[in-house]
């Protein structure tokens, strides 16, 4: 329910602050007056988009603050999803500054747009004459039907396994369609994948390769060198290893005399031992290292079979030829499985049809269970409106194939003649009828849905006598479940208000404003005169007004 209204600096609006209660409320105003204002600044707390050219002071920011109670409304989840305190006195604050920029507020939390439109649509129904147009809209009529039925945890299992169902055939759809593009390449892929396995990769063989063709490359002027080394180590007079193993028998023979003769020994015997080793194996090394073309032949083999399926396939690395290979095998027995595969899904599919089958038939039957009641209403209602003739029809049908709410095809037809063929709503009512029509159905969907407001922007326009003084008594009846705001040029309806509001324009040295206030007994009394014979107010007038709010 919405508790008040602040508004500063929005249009013709300096500062308005308005508190509301429940029950009905009617707002009355010339025209022009800034009726249409009020529900501008509402839109912006609603999450509607904002506009520069709104600010009354392009120095001020704009301000629009609403307080609502949203306890008993189920919204606790809605704030947790866009984690944002719950309160249940909830401020909706936006603002719109100069530079154009605006920003919302719930409870002094920062939020976005989104948030706005879904607690908005959640706490507020503004009925405005375009809305009208919702009534050849089938999903409207659905959400009519669904609202009186109250099949929303029909709805919520039909739709979880609608989800599903869509995921899974899209599936199925994607597996052919990929399955018969690659169906096309499955030759190449087996040529492929043929010419990778077969080249037996191991991962980290190329530098091993690399290595060995420099050693098989050089091999002759390894083994000079190896040899050279050798020889000056081993072979030559004076040679390195025997000198050094005299050193360590001259050493030993004095270590005794020496503070660190010990010490000595084992270093020269550690480079003895070092020196010796390292000539053994360059001698064996030179003797093994021969020049062999065909081993040479061989690693070049090897290497340009590694360069050339790395060029081909764009790779850098034998890893990534392997990952490829691994790539090539899976798409490969995705495709000679694919017919396997694709009867399993089809199991499930089939399975998971009968389920979604089962529950739109549920669905199916909540809604016709409510077509004769919400028919009755409505032709009642249309009666009471100056409408004896009014003929409300739903239409049902079957859909060929299953949709996000159902398998129903629901359509609302209306007549207005007597006799009159039902067609669709837009084709045949005229405005008047349309505005009847919808506060019809908004009369039914006021307790069924659980809005805590709504608010009927003139939707009287087109109307007199007796038929207003019905959408009073239907707004007053609504009114005992709901908040009900009126906006109306109709005294017949303003007089219904339990509370009642004007909206008037003043003018100062600078510009003209709207203002709002609460109007008295006798204020109302002066108003309801007005609108019953014009600024001419007469004694007549006046006593009719007093006896309308009487009764």
Not at 163 to 173: F, Q, V
Not at 458 to 469: K, M, N, Q, R, Y
Request: proline share 1%; with cysteine; net charge negative.
């Amino acid at each position: 329910m919405l508790k008040s209204l602040s508004i500063s600096n929005y249009a013709l609006i300096d500062q308005v602050d308005i508190n509301f209660d429940s029950g009905l409320t009617v707002i009355t105003g010339e025209t022009g007056a800034g009726k249409s204002v009020l529900l501008g600044a509402l839109s912006l707390i609603l999450g509607h988009r904002s506009d520069l050219n709104a600010l009354l002071d392009r120095d001020r920011k704009c301000i629009v603050e609403g307080e609502f109670f949203v306890g008993n409304y189920g919204l606790q989840d809605v704030f947790i999803q866009y984690d944002v305190d719950y309160e249940d006195s909830t401020i909706i604050r936006r603002e719109v500054l100069p530079s154009g920029k605006s920003r919302a507020f719930v409870n002094d939390t920062l939020v976005n747009l989104n948030f706005l439109k879904e607690i908005g649509n959640k706490l507020i129904d503004v009925h405005s004459q375009h809305q009208n147009l919702l009534l050849d809209d089938s999903g409207f009529q659905r959400m009519v039907i669904d609202s009186v039925a109250n099949n929303k945890i029909l709805r919520e299992q039909y739709e979880s396994v609608y989800k599903k169902y869509k995921s899974l055939l899209s599936k199925i759809e994607g597996l052919v369609e990929e399955n018969n593009r690659q169906k096309d390449d499955l030759d190449y892929m087996q040529f492929q994948f043929k010419q990778l396995d077969e080249a037996n990769l191991v991962d980290g063989e190329l530098i091993e390769l690399e290595q060995s063709l420099q050693e098989l490359s050089h091999a002759e002027e390894i083994k000079t060198t190896l040899s050279d080394i050798d020889r000056v180590l081993s072979h030559e007079p004076n040679q390195i290893v025997e000198a050094l193993y005299s050193a360590l028998n001259n050493i030993q023979k004095i270590s005794s005399y020496l503070h660190d003769g010990e010490e000595l020994v084992k270093r020269i015997e550690s480079s003895y031992i070092e020196l010796k080793d390292l000539a053994d194996d360059l001698g064996t090394r030179a003797e093994d290292m021969e020049y062999d073309p065909i081993a040479i032949q061989n690693v070049q083999e090897r290497l340009d079979l590694i360069y050339g399926l790395q060029k081909k396939h764009h790779l850098e690395s034998i890893a990534e030829l392997v990952e490829l290979k691994d790539d090539l095998q899976l798409k490969i027995d995705k495709i000679n499985f694919f017919d396997d595969e694709l009867k399993n899904l089809k199991v499930e599919l089939a399975e998971m049809e009968k389920d979604l089958a089962s529950k739109a038939k549920q669905l199916t039957k909540s809604r016709e269970t409510v077509f004769t009641k919400v028919k009755s209403e409505i032709d009642g209602k249309l009666k009471a409106l100056g409408m004896p003739h009014a003929n409300f029809v739903i239409q049902s049908g079957v859909m060929d194939s299953y949709g996000p709410f159902g398998k129903d095809a629901i359509e609302f037809l209306f007549s207005g003649n007597k006799n009159g063929e039902p067609s669709s709503i837009n084709k045949v009512a005229s405005g008047g009828e349309m505005s009847r029509v919808m506060l019809s159905i908004k009369s039914l969907l006021s307790s069924a849905k659980g809005l805590p407001t709504i608010i009927f922007d003139e939707i009287d326009t087109g109307v007199s006598g007796e038929v207003a003084d019905q959408m009073g008594v239907i707004m007053t009846e609504m009114a005992n479940a709901l908040q009900v705001v009126s906006i109306t040029h109709l005294p017949q309806i303003a007089v219904k208000g339990d509370h009642h509001f004007k909206v008037f324009k003043t003018d100062n040295e600078e510009k003209t404003i709207s203002q709002i206030t609460k109007m008295s007994h006798e204020d109302r009394v002066v108003e309801i005169a007005k609108m019953l014979s014009g600024s001419k107010l007469s004694d007549a007038a006046l006593e009719n007004a007093r006896t309308l709010l009487k009764n």
